[in-house]
């Protein structure tokens, strides 16, 4: 091409923005890719990635958004979770924005979806051996509740020290007579790490615990990438005498489809004060509704 | 002017070209020996800089575009700031001129006496921007 | 329905996203021109390119108007835009001296080599508003900027402007050097590139500091300043002017000249008097340095550079995990408004917790 | 270039699956049949995660012409044994080299290496070595491999592995394109008949 081709050429076709398939550069994509692939390998440990600006918001989902893009390809199908809702506004914000770097096929149902890229929910059917899910995790270090820095919180890491934890656990009885901890409830992960599992229900510890599915967390902010392997043993911290609870919805059900042994979202009637619940995992119960 | 001190010059002064300037330029340049080697991209520059203690650290990242022609077998190359193909194709075809044998032929070109004027213009701009700071400069000896 | 989000949400972004556009301009004025935010409106220019660590006045002055003038949104449009470009090379490192100066002083000496150069400054100007600028005359500007400086006779530009703190070091009278505690490292630390680990090195704390918020950097300065530190700057030398960008020419093995960029460079002195009895009192430094001009910043960065030279930190400013984890413009403001997200099975869960404790309690002591 | 970066993402989602679920063999794509060279997987494997970010180094008679090649198309930097991110190793007494690669610390155990070994296949016959750990359902069994001393590699994989959470980790690669991954967390045990 000459440069008078090349003028004509330039100021006829103004070319549009041309975005890299999945935003990320090729080697952004490694980067994230080996670090999860160490993360992988040593299950609850926080490994430090460099974690680049995404087009939206620190902390709306950056790191989980990051490692959706550097797994993701065409012969994916992907499903958006924001509390268990596919249609909540920052779940429907990131599938456009994942629509229009990745032209691929988007699902409700949880059981289509290879990967699942979720804020603050498992949803409740049984993810399978072929499925991905990636959290958004807004603060990564949950010994943060017991000590801010994050040199010393690595340290504790490194020794396994976990006395402060424990103890934060233990004067929480004595002053509540119950561990006050609401979501984001502490797990040991393969008897090593304790691990923050992003604000998920307490109700959804228990199915972290041998899932079928690989667990990826992603800290956008905080630069932090963490895993837990399928068939892994995840446990809630907890007492002998003072034992792990879930959210209690005893007598409580949907009032759409019915179902009880589900993680419920509190409605308040406008006029009455009245409560009435839902199901959170909103496809879960369209499926329900439908049978 | 020497043609190492005309690049030089041209690598400052393109700062102030305005549209029509370019498209001046373009007119007189043989644009179609011009082969593209690289079209224009826009990349990122990370600074370098060395603080006081003599510790090197990045200051952040300059946006420029880079691109690189052939004119009669010369390589001509530009980067320039900002994002502008245009400019940076203008200022690598400059460059491939300036680099080629027959520049010689071009000196009483309209191209030539083109590119001269906007240095001159351009020095004298710089010089006027020095003279006004200096009348900025706090004198003590008031006695 | 306190805590239940908007469902259903996909038009309501849209509409949102429109009625931003709306109120944009649904007034009767001109639109902006991009061209007039660059020009008029430098110093937002600056701040935004500084904090968005990405020096482009073009794409700043787009992103400015684009935010409606939010200027921690324009930085992160700045920032993100960075993401979609690759690195292209790194640029030859220099000192500061081949900059060439648009304003200088010292405030640590009356008559420095060189002189105190004012250059355009707001500094001594009258906080009093300026009727004149809500109706300003555009007829015939060229004849009154000349009126401005009738006479253009006077001193010349100096070839090189000497920096005071080579004059102190000349006199001993200063120590710079690497404190111990931080690593030499042969190239160096690249936050885009590798997350930060503490004890950071030298270069990772002036990277950091280089693209934090300015209001941020200001606060830990000033808390230090105020007494919550132990710095008592002088400013040695501040320094406005622009930075030659220089790569190595990729065929001809030279030095190519890409052009130049404006920064601020301020230099702080603060005198050490060390308890150990074999040392001599010294003065020592801190270093800022920035994209555009923005005074306040770089002296920021320079107080706490100076602040957290200290391996004992005693204060926030000189605890270098603290000032580094909490300067980022883009992640706090990021952070502060996920809140807005709804927490609506966060906020289940606690109120399980809360109601749980609450029957605990009424069936222990029934009233 | 478009192409090769969707067959890396390909790859990588295979090799994650394997390292995920270490009992599992996987197939890695190749968009050309590459007979000739036995190395194909190997420069397969080194486009998908090696960048100027990170060392290697390799080991056996064509270490140089395999790293060279290495260089030229990921610009990762050539590395001793002791300090590089990623072994290549593919001679048949391996144990030295694995037993100095780098372990990483207690408060850094990402940066312990990952070794990838070349072997000529690896078979879907069980061995006698059980498997247990994060990612194996109950147990399962290492894979037959041909000419590998699985008695030694057990040996040295406990060794190294013995200071979790510092540690190796293993990815098997053999001509056909199968992989195979051992992470650190992995028990390897020999069943007693």
Request: aromatic content about 10%; charged content about 25%.
């Amino acid at each position: 091409m000459n440069g008078k081709e090349w003028l004509m050429d330039q100021q006829n076709n103004k070319k549009p923005f041309f975005y890299n398939f999945a935003y990320l550069d090729e080697n952004t994509k490694k980067e994230i890719r080996r670090k999860i692939l160490k993360a992988v390998a040593i299950p609850g440990y926080q490994v430090p990635f460099a974690s680049r600006e995404m087009p939206i918001g620190r902390g709306w989902g950056t790191g989980g958004l990051q490692l959706t893009l550097s797994i993701i390809g065409c012969a994916d199908t992907l499903k958006v979770i924001d509390q268990g809702s596919d249609d909540s506004v920052n779940a429907i914000n990131i599938k456009k924005f994942i629509q229009k770097v990745c032209d691929i096929p988007i699902t409700n149902d949880t059981k289509e979806a290879t990967v699942i890229q979720t804020r603050h929910r498992i949803p409740e059917e049984r993810l399978e051996k072929n499925q991905i899910l990636v959290f958004q995790v807004p603060i990564p270090e949950i010994l943060k509740i017991i000590e801010p820095s994050d040199q010393v919180t690595k340290r504790m890491h490194a020794e396994a020290d976990y006395s402060g934890i424990w103890l934060y656990l233990y004067e929480d009885i004595i002053h509540f007579n119950e561990i006050s901890i609401g979501a984001g409830y502490p797990v040991m992960v393969n008897h090593r790490y304790i691990m923050d599992p992003s604000p998920i229900p307490r109700f959804d510890i228990p199915k972290m615990n041998h899932n079928r599915s690989l667990l990826l967390f992603g800290a956008g902010r905080e630069k932090r990438i963490y895993a837990i392997p399928p068939f892994t043993d995840v446990e809630p911290i907890e007492f002998e005498d003072f034992k792990f609870r879930t959210e209690d919805f005893s007598g409580k059900k949907c009032s759409k489809c019915n179902a009880t042994d589900v993680y419920l979202d509190e409605i308040i009637d406008d006029e009455s004060g009245a409560r009435s619940y839902q199901c959170s995992d909103t496809s879960y119960c369209e499926k329900r509704c439908q049978l | 002017m020497t043609t190492l001190e005309r690049k030089k010059w041209m690598q400052e002064a393109w700062e102030d070209l305005n549209q029509k300037d370019i498209e001046d330029l373009y007119s007189c340049i043989p644009l179609e020996e011009i082969q593209i080697k690289k079209k224009p991209i826009a990349g990122l520059i990370q600074m370098k800089v060395i603080d006081t203690f003599d510790t090197e650290f990045y200051m952040g990242e300059v946006l420029v575009t880079e691109a690189e022609v052939m004119y009669l077998g010369q390589q001509g190359y530009a980067m320039i700031l900002g994002e502008d193909s245009e400019k940076a194709l203008l200022l690598a075809s400059i460059d491939a001129l300036l680099n080629s044998e027959n520049y010689h032929d071009l000196k009483e070109s309209p191209f030539f006496h083109k590119l001269e004027q906007m240095i001159l213009n351009y020095k004298i701009k710089r010089q006027t921007e020095e003279k006004i700071i200096m009348q900025t400069k706090v004198d003590f000896k008031t006695f | 329905m306190a805590y239940v989000a908007v469902k259903g949400g996909q038009k309501a972004i849209q509409n949102s996203i429109n009625l931003m556009e709306y109120n944009r301009k649904k007034g009767s004025s001109v639109l902006l021109e991009t061209e007039q935010i660059k020009d008029q409106l430098f110093f937002l220019i600056d701040r935004i390119m500084c904090e968005g660590s990405l020096y482009a006045p073009d794409l700043a002055a787009v992103a400015i108007k684009q935010t409606c003038g939010d200027i921690l949104e324009a930085s992160f449009v700045l920032r993100a835009y960075r993401a979609t470009k690759s690195r292209v090379g790194y640029s030859i490192a220099h000192k500061t001296d081949k900059m060439r100066v648009i304003r200088r002083i010292s405030a640590s000496f009356k008559e420095v080599p060189g002189g105190q150069i004012l250059g355009a400054s707001l500094d001594y100007t009258l906080r009093l508003l300026d009727y004149d600028l809500v109706k300003e005359d555009d007829f015939d500007r060229e004849a009154m900027l000349g009126q401005l400086f009738p006479d253009l006779n006077g001193a010349d530009y100096p070839d090189i402007f000497p920096k005071i703190v080579d004059l102190l070091k000349k006199e001993k009278l200063i120590e710079i050097k690497p404190l111990d505690h931080f690593q030499q490292e042969q190239e160096p630390f690249d936050i885009t590139r590798e997350s930060i680990q503490f004890p950071a090195s030298r270069s990772a704390v002036l990277q950091t500091m280089a693209r934090g918020e300015t209001g941020g950097m200001l606060l830990l300065a000033y808390s230090n300043m105020r007494g919550f530190g132990m710095v008592h700057p002088v400013i040695g030398e501040l320094r406005v002017g622009y930075l030659p960008v220089e790569i190595e020419h990729p065929y001809e093995k030279s030095i190519y000249r890409v052009g130049e960029i404006k920064v601020t460079e301020a230099e702080i002195i603060s005198a050490t008097f060390s308890s150990e009895p074999s040392s001599i009192p010294k003065f020592s430094l801190g270093y800022g340095l920035c994209f555009g001009h923005n005074e306040t910043k770089a002296i920021s960065m320079a107080v706490l550079d100076r602040a957290m030279q200290t391996s004992q930190p005693k204060s926030a400013s000189e605890d270098q995990e603290f000032v580094l984890s909490h300067i980022d413009g883009i992640e706090s403001v990021g952070f502060c408004n996920h809140y807005k997200l709804p927490h609506y099975v966060s906020f289940q869960s606690a109120l399980d917790r809360v109601r749980f404790a609450q029957d605990k309690k009424k069936k222990e002591s029934p009233e | 270039m478009i192409e090769n970066e969707s067959i890396n993402q390909v790859n990588f989602r295979i090799m994650l699956s394997c390292m995920s679920l270490p009992s599992s063999i996987g197939i890695l794509e190749c968009p050309f049949e590459d007979k000739k060279n036995p190395f194909a997987s190997l420069y397969f494997f080194a486009q998908l995660l090696l960048d100027p970010e990170v060392s290697f180094f390799v080991s056996g008679e064509s270490s140089s012409d395999i790293s060279s090649k290495i260089v030229t198309t990921t610009k990762a930097t050539i590395s001793t044994n002791e300090s590089a991110d990623y072994l290549f190793l593919s001679n048949e007494d391996i144990s030295v080299e694995i037993n100095r690669a780098k372990k990483g610390t207690m408060e850094s155990p990402e940066e312990g290496a990952t070794c990838l070994i070349f072997i000529k296949e690896i078979s879907h016959e069980p061995s006698s070595f059980l498997l247990t750990g994060p990612g194996i359902e109950d147990f399962s069994f290492f894979p037959l491999m041909e000419g590998f001393n699985l008695i030694e590699f057990s040996r040295t994989f406990a060794k190294v592995n013995c200071e979790f959470p510092m540690g190796i980790d293993f990815i098997f690669i053999d001509s056909l394109r199968q992989i195979f991954c051992i992470p650190r967390t992995t028990k390897i045990e020999r069943k007693v008949q």
